[in-house]
């Protein structure tokens, strides 16, 4: 059996009993084959910019798990992880065009970064080891790597959306990152309508066909694409939720909002989860349903996220605004109506909180997935679930169609199926969470991660193992 290696931005701590989406899904299919996972260590050394000469890969193993990490410097960071990934790709690919910046030297610093992993990389590699590399930091790396001569079968995944050709060419390096992406086997992505988007992309400014076995040719290239929704470990999750600390929480919350009716927000604080759009939905159902006054309780729970970006300092402070502007105009003695909370809450409370909500507000702007609305449906209780309001923008969307769903920009619209949810009778919660529940058990993370790794082994082989044309010759070098 060949070893999958699995290259991400960042690796995760293995040795963490429970960790988040990725960190699960990543370690299990590594276990299976004893596999190594290459990333950036989180830390930043003090070199010169110019010569990666002092980085070194570090190497441990855990279990039958080689981790292999490397630091980057302060220029690279900047330029390719501040810069390139959060400044550029993230706001682009969550289609805020208006977030984006721009600026020549952030790609310059991608590419670097991107031909830095090639470079550390392929000493380590066999021959038949399978590459699975994982998200927007890391488009270029297969482009990189079969440059310097890298044969092994390489997939790339998309955890983020991919948005339509006219805003993907809002990018200057647009065409230079799409064809990159034909340097790998297969992209998978999140949803159908994600691989139709990128399907138009190449169709329109690559002039790519379509042919047969979901495979787009172009770029003198044959890529394989196809949606491949990334689901949880839908057991593990739910015996979280009956571990003494998600039962601790589940009967904390019970008791404190006994009188009370508990929405639940979790979301890391980014502008792609429509937070603030949240608040005004929960603010509209106060003033709208006075019923819900001295009774419906949001509690938002917004870890914090990329604190050295602009864009998310300025939300921070929005967020601050309106939640005290509604507990100031809502509020009384005994009733808060939002706890807003600026902290993550550890893994193992959130099912019992989950539990213990009457309804999940997964309202994202944009979001690849979203898997706190997967996590919401694992932690109920079957005989008395909670109702899940789910953002048609998420991925998630696609596949959960029995949660109630909202367009987060229409405020009113949105405050009425908060009110919907809030009043639905206990034999239609139970057929939509029955529904859901069916889904997220199908679609789990077993099944994401074995059949993105299926197809990979599956897919032809494009007709070389060349560089993709031009690739050395383009304006992000
Ligand atoms: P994220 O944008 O980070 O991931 P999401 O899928 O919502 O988004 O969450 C990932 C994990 O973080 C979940 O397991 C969740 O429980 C945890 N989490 C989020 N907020 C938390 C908080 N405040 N406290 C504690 N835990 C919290 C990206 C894409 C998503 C895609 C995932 C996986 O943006 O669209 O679903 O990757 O592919």
Same mark, same amino acid.
């Given at each position: 059996?060949?070893?999958? &290696?699995?290259?991400?931005?960042?690796?995760?701590?293995?040795?963490?009993?429970?960790?988040? %989406?990725?960190?699960?899904? &990543?370690?299990?299919?590594?276990?299976?084959?004893?596999?190594?996972?290459? %990333?950036?260590?989180?830390?930043?050394?003090?070199?010169?910019?110019?010569?990666?000469?002092?980085?070194?890969?570090?190497?441990?193993?855990?279990?039958?798990?080689?981790?292999?990490?490397?630091?980057?410097?302060?220029?690279?960071?900047?330029?390719? #992880?501040?810069?390139?990934?959060?400044?550029?790709?993230?706001?682009?690919?969550?289609?805020?065009?208006?977030?984006?910046?721009?600026?020549?030297?952030?790609?310059?610093?991608?590419?670097? /970064?991107?031909?830095?992993?090639?470079?550390?990389?392929?000493?380590?590699?066999? *021959?038949?080891?399978?590459?699975?590399?994982?998200? #927007?930091?890391?488009?270029?790396?297969?482009?990189?790597?079969?440059?310097?001569?890298?044969?092994?079968?390489?997939?790339?995944?998309?955890?983020?959306?991919? *948005?339509? *050709?006219?805003?993907?060419?809002?990018? *200057?390096? $647009?065409?230079?990152?799409?064809?990159?992406?034909?340097?790998?086997?297969?992209?998978?992505?999140?949803?159908?309508?994600? &691989?139709?988007?990128?399907?138009?992309? !190449?169709?329109?400014?690559?002039?790519?066909?379509?042919?047969?076995?979901?495979?787009?040719?172009?770029?003198?290239?044959?890529?394989?694409?196809?949606? #491949?929704?990334?689901?949880?470990?839908?057991?593990?999750?739910?015996?979280?939720?009956?571990?003494?600390?998600?039962?601790?929480?589940?009967?904390?919350?019970?008791?404190?909002?006994?009188?009370?009716?508990?929405?639940?927000? =979790?979301?890391?604080?980014?502008?792609?989860?429509?937070?603030?759009?949240?608040?005004?939905?929960?603010?509209?159902?106060?003033?709208?349903?006075?019923?819900?006054?001295?009774?419906?309780?949001?509690?938002?729970?917004?870890?914090?996220?990329?604190?050295?970006?602009?864009?998310?300092?300025?939300?921070?402070?929005?967020?601050?605004?309106?939640?005290?502007?509604?507990?100031?105009?809502? %509020?009384?003695?005994?009733?808060?109506?939002?706890?807003?909370?600026?902290?993550?809450?550890?893994?193992?409370?959130?099912?019992?909180? #989950?539990?213990?909500?009457?309804?999940?507000?997964?309202?994202?702007?944009?979001?690849?997935?979203?898997?706190?609305?997967?996590?919401?449906?694992?932690?109920?209780?079957?005989?008395?679930?909670? =109702?899940? &309001?789910?953002?048609?923008?998420?991925?998630?969307?696609?596949?959960?169609?029995?949660?109630?769903? /909202?367009?987060?920009?229409?405020?009113?619209?949105?405050?009425?199926?908060?009110?919907?949810?809030?009043?639905?009778?206990?034999?239609?919660?139970?057929?939509? $969470?029955?529904?859901?529940?069916?889904?997220?058990?199908?679609?789990? !993370?077993?099944?994401?991660?074995?059949?993105?790794?299926?197809?990979?082994?599956?897919?032809?082989?494009?007709?070389?193992?060349?560089? =993709?044309?031009?690739?050395?010759?383009?304006?992000?070098?």
């Amino acid at each position: 059996m060949s070893r999958l &290696v699995v290259v991400s931005n960042r690796t995760a701590d293995l040795r963490k009993a429970a960790a988040g %989406g990725l960190a699960v899904a &990543v370690k299990e299919s590594l276990q299976q084959t004893g596999g190594m996972w290459f %990333g950036w260590s989180g830390k930043i050394r003090d070199a010169a910019p110019e010569s990666d000469s002092e980085t070194s890969v570090r190497l441990q193993t855990i279990g039958n798990i080689q981790l292999a990490t490397l630091d980057l410097n302060q220029q690279d960071y900047d330029s390719y #992880y501040l810069g390139y990934a959060n400044d550029v790709l993230w706001p682009v690919f969550h289609y805020r065009l208006d977030l984006a910046n721009f600026d020549v030297r952030f790609a310059a610093g991608y590419r670097r /970064v991107n031909q830095l992993f090639a470079r550390k990389l392929l000493p380590l590699l066999r *021959p038949d080891d399978i590459i699975w590399v994982h998200d #927007y930091h890391l488009i270029p790396l297969a482009a990189e790597l079969r440059a310097m001569g890298c044969g092994n079968r390489i997939g790339f995944f998309l955890h983020v959306p991919m *948005p339509p *050709p006219l805003i993907m060419a809002a990018i *200057p390096e $647009h065409e230079w990152l799409m064809r990159s992406l034909f340097a790998y086997d297969l992209a998978g992505f999140q949803s159908e309508a994600d &691989v139709t988007h990128f399907t138009h992309y !190449v169709e329109s400014e690559a002039g790519a066909d379509a042919l047969p076995g979901a495979q787009l040719r172009a770029f003198n290239r044959t890529l394989r694409v196809g949606a #491949y929704p990334i689901g949880i470990d839908v057991d593990e999750f739910a015996a979280l939720a009956q571990d003494r600390e998600g039962v601790e929480m589940f009967d904390r919350m019970r008791q404190e909002y006994s009188r009370r009716r508990l929405l639940l927000g =979790v979301d890391r604080l980014d502008y792609s989860k429509g937070l603030p759009q949240r608040v005004h939905a929960f603010r509209e159902l106060l003033a709208n349903y006075p019923e819900n006054r001295n009774s419906a309780t949001l509690i938002q729970i917004a870890s914090p996220s990329r604190e050295d970006v602009g864009a998310y300092d300025d939300l921070r402070r929005e967020m601050d605004s309106l939640c005290g502007a509604i507990n100031g105009d809502f %509020g009384e003695l005994d009733w808060m109506p939002v706890r807003y909370i600026h902290r993550n809450v550890a893994r193992k409370r959130l099912p019992g909180l #989950y539990r213990a909500s009457r309804v999940a507000l997964v309202t994202p702007l944009r979001d690849g997935m979203n898997l706190v609305a997967k996590e919401f449906i694992a932690a109920q209780d079957p005989g008395d679930p909670g =109702v899940l &309001v789910l953002s048609r923008f998420a991925g998630a969307a696609e596949q959960l169609k029995e949660a109630l769903l /909202v367009n987060p920009y229409d405020t009113h619209g949105t405050a009425h199926v908060i009110q919907r949810a809030l009043t639905m009778s206990i034999e239609e919660r139970i057929s939509r $969470h029955t529904a859901l529940m069916g889904r997220i058990r199908q679609f789990d !993370v077993h099944w994401w991660s074995s059949s993105f790794l299926r197809d990979l082994l599956a897919a032809e082989r494009s007709d070389d193992r060349e560089p =993709v044309p031009g690739h050395s010759a383009d304006r992000a070098s």
